[in-house]
Structures are given as structure tokens and as C-alpha cells.
């Protein structure tokens, strides 16, 4: 059995340096891993960097120069399908990683999802549905399933059945003598 002892002194030693000096908390991190993810994306990370550096140059041991310096900042990544955004900043503050958060959230929004009523036990909500979506996948709305003996929510899944309307005879003929008058594709040899 591997021990966690480790990765719970590391994640201490994270917290001392990168999260407490700054007023965050766990709580922050995962606000902004939510913020993100509730806005369609499909994956989320943050990473967060603290590097200080010291150089001294010495000649027949005297000291000549010297330098000291701090990195330190956040970076937040959002994947959505094959698309990946990144955010950064050298602030490690909430202000910051809020702002970080709300820059890549938008690569789920951007393939324009559509948005459909879904029932739930409390009513119905608006689900985003992904581009490129096809009928069998499951989706997940946390916390808007049954409610357990414990007292907390469930997930409700959701399984898309997609149908495409009918071909619209009026729509397919007007597009059919619809001409562009700038020409683009034989402007570029298309």
C-alpha cells in the first residue's frame, strides 16, 4: 500500500506557500475549476508557481554582483474537445485566478452548444450540448438527482437522443440559385 503521507505533506507545503500568503483557499480552486467547468468545458487545471533565485559572482573572493529574484504566478488551462485555452498571471490573488478562469472558460461556449430544457425533480434547467454531440452520450447535471437517506443530492444523467428535422423543400431551393457577389472562392482560386 502506498503511503499518504507525502502527498499530504506536500499539499501542506503547497498551501503554506502558494495559498495562504495570498488569502486562497481550497474553496477559491475549486470555485474557479467550477466556474469553468460549468460553462461547458471539459477538462480544467491550475497551476500555480513559486520559484526564488539567489546568484552571487565572486572574483579572488571578492563579491562583484548579485542577484535575487521571485517568480511566482497561476496558470489556469480549459480543454473542450481537441481545443485548449490558457490563462496566466503573475498576481497570485483571487482577483487574479477569477479573472484567469473567466479568459479560458469561454473555449466551451465558443463551438457554439446548443442549449436544451431538460426536466429535473425541482423543474426544468437549460443544458449546454456540445457540437458534434451524437444521440447515446450521457451527460451529467451534479447535485439535481433524488435526494439520498443522507440528505445530499444526486446526479441526474442525462442521455441525448438527437433527431434532425425534416429537409425543408422551400429552404434547399432558395439556397440552390443563391449566388455570392463577391466571389471569394474565385477570388482565391477555389
Do not use: C
Amino acid at each position: 500500500m502506498i503511503s499518504r503521507e507525502p502527498t499530504l505533506e506536500r499539499l501542506a507545503v503547497a498551501n503554506s506557500l502558494l495559498l495562504a500568503p495570498y488569502d486562497l483557499t481550497e474553496a477559491h480552486l475549486k470555485r474557479a475549476l467550477g466556474d469553468i467547468l460549468s460553462h461547458g468545458a471539459d477538462d480544467a487545471d491550475l497551476y500555480f508557481q513559486y520559484t526564488r533565485s539567489e546568484g552571487w559572482s565572486l572574483e579572488e573572493g571578492i563579491v562583484k554582483s548579485g542577484s535575487f529574484s521571485i517568480d511566482q504566478g497561476v496558470g489556469v488551462r480549459a480543454v473542450s474537445g481537441e481545443k485548449t485555452a490558457f490563462a496566466y498571471s503573475d498576481d497570485l490573488s483571487w482577483a487574479a485566478l477569477s479573472d484567469a478562469a473567466q479568459t479560458v472558460r469561454t473555449i466551451g461556449a465558443h463551438g457554439q452548444s446548443a442549449k436544451v430544457k431538460v426536466p429535473t425533480v425541482d423543474g426544468a434547467v437549460m443544458l449546454s450540448v456540445a457540437p458534434g454531440s451524437s444521440s447515446g452520450r450521457t451527460l451529467r447535471l451534479k447535485g439535481r438527482g433524488m435526494t439520498r437517506k443522507d440528505g445530499t443530492r444526486g446526479d441526474q444523467l442525462v442521455t441525448l437522443e438527437i433527431s434532425l428535422p425534416e429537409a425543408d423543400a422551400d429552404l434547399a431551393a432558395r439556397l440552390e440559385g443563391w449566388k455570392d457577389s463577391r466571389d471569394l472562392r474565385g477570388k482565391f482560386g477555389v
